[in-house]
Structures are given as structure tokens and as C-alpha cells.
């Protein structure tokens, strides 16, 4: 039976006993926020105060308020509550002072998900790759990226981007109190994946964000999925209308029961992209203020953290929301027939690739799984190609595609999809009795893949480069183009993506 010795940690937002089984030491639940309820719903947060008193830190805290998902377990126990603004603390338990911190954000379409979701256990990573783990909540769905600050006033005051806040106080937070549990303030990794993933696009490109993280790593970011203050209010005016409440009614809105908000903000996530393919409800937004461009943007202009950077996406992303048969990617002809005439409708002033143009990049391709193709490369893909292009002239700058999968995987439609490459990154790979991924075989290469990964990713928490001894990974410029394709046996490949970016062309597609 292992015996849990209790660890005392002082932070600016109180003394937290975690737990500590001889191998790694975990404090759960830390509250690095007010609760951003009554006055503080759609504000901007307010850091936790230190309570008198030891705060007991062996169970997580309260998960974002959520639609449950049986796609989405949250972990054992886990318990819905608006007061979700709190972050968990890893750390190998012979771990000397000064270690790296990786700081992850968590994806679920900006909607759903948790830091206590049973894949986010640090344990291997720390103890594997000598680094201190902090895995954060933010605010999700209509409470953390609905955009009401357009119907704010001095009576009603609202705040943009209320997620992306969020982080920026958890960033904060692990500056001032990394220390306290053996990290070095002053190497710090952000990571994330798809949402999470979005969220630190958007860091990139935030002025306010400088010094807070020293290198990045971005897994399947939707990284054009960032819109303007115009749309944001059309979004704002949609979920209102939905409620049936005036935006000028502040005390309603900061009254409504949460389940309330969150029934009506489904709603609204599900209707956006039914009705206007390619565009998602919720996500960060290009206020001019907190975030005052597009990030793609303005890392391609030179204007974003010029911090070293790992950056990619799974080879065969849609199929996982065609599985779920989620409404958030085009992937039936007319709806990508749509969304490219709104795009061009959108950017008149692009020289847009023509239809023919972006088939000639599927030449070969049946036309079952045409529609998943360009709604993976257009959704993620080319986004992230665009992004790696711009961002490599400025700082190093790694980019890969995860091919890996399962002969159950592929058998059953998914392959390498959204969300498969998180096991070998965290090297939990027991996905539970209803997992199918090893069904069929293919443990043995997981586990080899997982370690390769882990020390990659470790690697480049330490010194900025993910190579390891067996495999040196090169940075990616626009000259030679060369990619990381993560598979049974890894290798660097020239230009992977030539036919795709003849296809789509060289201008940024994005929606505004």
C-alpha cells in the first residue's frame, strides 16, 4: 500500500498541503482566482487572496460549468462549479530546485474538458523528463469567451477574451510561486493542445503576455479560428436573443442560474457553425485592446513572442468530429461549398485559390473521404503551416505531423485523429475497458512512440530543442521545409505539404 506523506507549499495565494507517494508530489485544486461569479461573471479575474488558514490540496477543483460529454471524462469525482478558477502542481519527489515548468492548457472545442481529466496526470512527465507540471482551468463556453464588453458601460461593465484572462493570471501565478515547488520562474513552457492549443496562439500574440513563458509547443491549434469584435457581437446578440435578455439587463445576466447559461450557450456552439460552416461560437477575440490582432497576423508581420516554438497537427484531424458527428467542421460538399464562398466573400481583397485549384491538392483521394481532407487542411493544417512559415522568421521554430495510429484506430475510421497524439504526449495509454486503440496490437510501438515524444517535448522544455540522440529535428524555414513526421518510425521529411500549399496558396484564409 503506498503511503501519502503530506508537502507543505507557501504561495501568494496560501500555504497548500499536497500529497507526495515517494514518487512524485502533486498538489490538486489550488485556487489561483477569485470565483468569477455575481459581479465577476464576465469580468476580468481577480487573483485569489491567501486564506489564514492551510488549504488541503489532495482532490481536484471544481471543473468548468459544462454540458456533460461521454466523449469528454472529466475525472473521478469531478464536480461542476462556476468557482473552477484553480490550477494542479506536479513535481517529481526527488526533483532538485530549479526545474523547468510546463504549463498545460487543456482543449474541448473552447467548451468542454478540465485539467482533472485522467489523461492530464503528470506522472510520467515529471519523473520521466525532470520538469514541474502545472495543468490550469479557465473559463469555457459562453462564460469564458462570450464577448459582451460591445454593451459594456460604467454601470454594466463587461470584459473581452475572459479565458485568455484567465491564463494570463495562471501564467502570472506560476511566476510568482513556480519557486515554492522547485520550478525555475524563468523557463517556462506553455503547451497545449486544440483549444488549448488556440489559447496559446492567441499568448503569442499578446502584448501583455511577454515574459510570462519562454517557449511554446502547440498541438492541433484552430489557429485562424480568432474573430473580430464584430462578429464576437453577432455571436453576443445570437446567445442573448436565445436567453430572451437585454444586454443592458446586467443584473439578469449576473443573476441567471449557470445551468442556464450553459444550456444556452450549447445552443449557440451547435447553431454557429450548422449555419455558417467554418466558424466556430466561441473563441478568442481580436479586441484591439488584451489581443489587438490577429494572431497569425501579426506573428507573419514580426509583431508575436519571439519564443521558441513546436508546432503541429495530426494527420487526419476530421475524422474524429465526424465520428462524434460534430457540427464544427465542414465536412459534407455543400458545406465546404459554403464556407469557401463566405470566405471569399469575407476577403475580397485575397487572391483566393479557385475550387479546381484546391481539388488539384486531393488529386488521388476518394471522394468519400475528400470533404475530411480539406476540412482537416483548412481547419488545421494550413492554419498551422501559415503560422510555422511566419513565426520561423523570427524564432526556432519545429514543425511536425502525427501519423501514428492503430490497426483498430484505423479500421473503425478515426487513424491519426483531433486528440490522438495526447496519450503519447502524457504516456497515459490506458485509455480505460472502452478504449479501442490497442484492441488489435500495437501496445509495444505506442510505448516506444510515448517515450520518444515525451523526451522531445521534455527536451525542449530544458533547452529550446526537441532533437534526441537518435533523431535530430531541424528547424523549420521556408527554404528547405523540413517537418517532423511522428510515426512507427520517426523521420524528417522535405516539404510534406507541397501539394497543400499549392492547392490553398500562400495568403492567410481566415475568417474575420
Known amino acids: 500500500m503506498t503511503t501519502l506523506r503530506p508537502v507543505l507549499a507557501y504561495t501568494t495565494s496560501g500555504r497548500f498541503r499536497g500529497r507526495d507517494d515517494g514518487t512524485v508530489a502533486v498538489w490538486k485544486g489550488i485556487r489561483y482566482a477569485q470565483a468569477p461569479t455575481g459581479d465577476l461573471r464576465w469580468r476580468a479575474p481577480v487573483a485569489a487572496s491567501a486564506p489564514a488558514d492551510v488549504i488541503d490540496a489532495a482532490a481536484f477543483g471544481p471543473v468548468a460549468p459544462q454540458q456533460r460529454s461521454p466523449a469528454m471524462q472529466l475525472g ?109 520562474p524563468a523557463n517556462v513552457t506553455v503547451f497545449g493542445e486544440s483549444a488549448g492549443g488556440g489559447l496559446t496562439t492567441a499568448l503569442l500574440a499578446t502584448p501583455s503576455a511577454s515574459g510570462l513563458f519562454h517557449r511554446a509547443i502547440i498541438e492541433s491549434s484552430p489557429a485562424t479560428s480568432i474573430y473580430d469584435s464584430n462578429r464576437a457581437r453577432l455571436v453576443a446578440e445570437r446567445f442573448l436573443s436565445t436567453l430572451g435578455v437585454a444586454a443592458s439587463d446586467a443584473a439578469t445576466l449576473r443573476s441567471l442560474d449557470v445551468d442556464t447559461i450553459v444550456d444556452a450557450g450549447t445552443e449557440v456552439y451547435a447553431d454557429v457553425p450548422s449555419n455558417a460552416p467554418g466558424n466556430l461560437a466561441f473563441a478568442p477575440v481580436v479586441d484591439g485592446n488584451l489581443l489587438p490582432e490577429h494572431p497569425v497576423e501579426a506573428i507573419r508581420n514580426g509583431r508575436g513572442l519571439a519564443v521558441p516554438l513546436i508546432i503541429g497537427t495530426n494527420r487526419d484531424e476530421a475524422t474524429l468530429f465526424k465520428f462524434m458527428k460534430s457540427p464544427l467542421m465542414p465536412i459534407t460538399g455543400p458545406a465546404i461549398t459554403t464556407m469557401l464562398e463566405n470566405l471569399a466573400s469575407e476577403n475580397p481583397d485575397l487572391d483566393l485559390p479557385t475550387r479546381t485549384q484546391v481539388l488539384g491538392a486531393y488529386e488521388g483521394v476518394r471522394s468519400r473521404v475528400l470533404g475530411l481532407g480539406i476540412a482537416t487542411d483548412i481547419g488545421f493544417r494550413m492554419p498551422t503551416v501559415w503560422l510555422a512559415e511566419g513565426h520561423s522568421a523570427f524564432a526556432p521554430t519545429y514543425l511536425y505531423r502525427f501519423d501514428f495510429t492503430t490497426r483498430a484506430l484505423s479500421l473503425i475510421g478515426l487513424g491519426a485523429a483531433h486528440g490522438t497524439e495526447l496519450p503519447y504526449v502524457w504516456g497515459n495509454l490506458d485509455g480505460g475497458p472502452k478504449d479501442p486503440t490497442f484492441k488489435l496490437g500495437g501496445r509495444r510501438e505506442g510505448r516506444e512512440l510515448s517515450q520518444r515524444m515525451r523526451s522531445r517535448w521534455t527536451a525542449f522544455a530544458h533547452t529550446g530543442i526537441p532533437s534526441t540522440d537518435d533523431l535530430p529535428w531541424p528547424t523549420y524555414d521556408t527554404a528547405e521545409r523540413e517537418v517532423l513526421v511522428i510515426d512507427r518510425a520517426d523521420q524528417v521529411v522535405a516539404d510534406p505539404d507541397a501539394a497543400l500549399r499549392r492547392g490553398w496558396g500562400d495568403s492567410v484564409l481566415a475568417f474575420r
Open 76 to 184: 473521478p469525482g469531478a464536480v461542476i462549479d462556476e468557482d473552477c478558477l484553480v490550477l494542479n502542481v506536479w513535481k517529481a519527489s526527488d526533483a532538485a530546485p530549479g526545474r523547468p515548468v510546463m504549463v498545460w492548457l487543456h482543449g474541448g472545442a473552447y467548451t468542454f474538458g478540465s485539467s482533472s481529466q485522467r489523461m492530464y496526470d503528470a506522472t510520467h512527465l515529471v519523473t520521466e523528463g525532470d520538469v514541474l507540471v502545472v495543468t490550469v482551468n479557465y473559463r469555457l463556453g459562453a462564460l469564458g469567451f462570450l464577448d459582451l464588453s460591445s454593451f459594456s458601460s460604467d454601470e454594466s461593465p463587461f470584459d473581452s477574451n475572459l479565458a485568455l484572462r484567465d491564463v494570463l493570471l495562471a501564467l502570472e501565478w506560476v511566476q510568482e510561486n513556480a519557486a515554492a515547488f522547485g520550478g525555475d
